[in-house]
């Protein structure tokens, strides 16, 4: 079992930043690869980014590219996820994830989720 803690969600106006972290305990973090979803009132939950194992690869949906990066330090157990020039449609519950397969895009490649944590960006 991996647990998954994320933080660092709140209010931010447009254009702004935000830091999300996600703290895993368990296993051992330098096996999984990890991501970031989000789901939006009314809608499905949907990949963000993700990162291989030792940090060496990421991925971005189109609509954070530019503007999101993912990244992990394995010594301290934890993925991250800088979100700049937020917009309005920024906003949602965000999620961190792990997977033991190598390179998952989709929700049902990942094996552990986080409890979520709420973003509001405000314009």
């Known amino acids: 079992q991996v647990q998954l803690v994320e933080s660092g969600g709140g209010l931010a106006q447009a254009g702004g930043s935000l830091r999300l972290s996600c703290a895993a305990s368990g296993r051992t973090f330098s096996n999984y690869a990890m991501g970031w979803f989000r789901q939006a009132p009314g809608k499905e939950r949907e990949f963000v980014a993700r990162?291989?194992?030792?940090?060496?690869?990421?991925y971005y949906a189109d609509s954070v590219q530019g503007r999101f990066t993912i990244s992990r330090d394995n010594a301290k157990n934890t993925v991250y996820l800088q979100m700049n020039s937020l917009k309005a449609e920024d906003t949602a519950v965000f999620y961190c994830?792990?997977?033991?397969?190598?390179?998952?895009?989709?929700?049902?490649?990942?094996?552990?989720w986080g409890q979520g944590t709420q973003v509001t960006v405000s314009s």
């Open positions: 994830a792990a997977a033991r397969a190598l390179a998952p895009t989709t929700v049902r490649g990942y094996d552990y």
């Open positions: 990162i291989s194992r030792g940090g060496a690869s990421t």
